[in-house]
């Protein structure tokens, strides 16, 4: 897997958007981008997940760099809800069945 | 749909006590995983499973040992607790195949284990 790095927190305003950085120049061209949350006490929650193409679903977007080597992950409209620890997962396909290593992420605070 | 449910949410255990804990899934998934989370730390991998059956180690298996008998089951057993496997555990399951393979992961919400 290649290696991914965020930052350690971040702090977002309630109604704004959260833009979630992610690098990850290392990728290889079969390498998929994935996120994940993990809100406090709480499983780690599938967020989203692209090859090279944005994508969007009914939680966020993910904008994805021409060159893949880096990604942003898109809260439109945080809520308080979304205060949780997001993480940058760089996977191929191939290689499933095994740990996703979700390193420390990022710790996104959502305040009033 | 339930998804991704353990059992049971809280243990207290004292040292050399053994437990099993349960992780049940009802979406046909055929990769399902044992995951510890120990404070300010990330998720480790115990042991695996990709189908009925079967099951593999993980990073960290010392001490558990799992059981896959039915597929939407999978049994995390720990024979003598020790102070050490205090800790957060998650299961979580998965597809084998697909565009998100089983990188596409569903989590359970957890047993808060602790071994006295």
């Known amino acids: 897997d290649a290696k991914t790095t965020q930052p350690t927190s971040m702090d977002c305003a309630e109604g704004r958007a959260a833009n979630l950085p992610c690098n990850h120049s290392?990728?290889?061209?079969?390498?998929?981008v994935y996120w994940y949350r993990q809100i406090h006490s709480q499983g780690p929650q599938y967020i989203i997940h692209?090859?090279?193409n944005n994508e969007t679903n009914e939680m966020a977007s993910l904008i994805i760099t021409e060159d893949r080597k880096s990604s942003t992950l898109i809260l439109p409209h945080a809520t308080l809800r979304d205060t949780a620890v997001y993480y940058c997962?760089?996977?191929?396909?191939?290689?499933?069945?095994?740990?996703?290593?979700f390193g420390k992420g990022t710790s996104l605070l959502v305040t009033p | 749909n339930a998804g991704v449910t353990q059992t049971p949410k809280f243990r207290v255990l004292k040292t050399g006590q053994s437990m099993t804990l349960l992780c049940a899934q009802d979406?046909?998934?055929?990769?399902m995983y044992w995951y510890r989370q120990d404070p300010g730390m990330g998720l480790r991998l115990i042991h695996y499973?990709?189908?009925?059956?079967?099951?593999a180690k993980g990073e960290v298996p010392d001490g558990y040992n799992v059981s896959r008998l039915k597929k939407q089951n999978f049994l995390l057993g720990l024979e003598s607790a020790a102070p050490s496997q205090t800790s957060v555990y998650f299961c979580?399951?998965?597809?084998?195949?697909?565009?998100?393979?089983?990188?596409?992961?569903?989590f359970g919400p957890g047993t808060r284990l602790t071994v006295l």
């Open positions: 979580a399951s998965s597809y084998s195949s697909g565009l998100a393979g089983a990188n596409e992961q569903f």
């Open positions: 290392t990728i290889s061209g079969n390498e998929y």
């Open positions: 692209g090859l090279k």
């Open positions: 997962i760089v996977r191929a396909v191939t290689n499933s069945g095994y740990a996703l290593n």
């Open positions: 979406m046909n998934h055929e990769y």
């Open positions: 499973s990709v189908g009925e059956g079967t099951t």
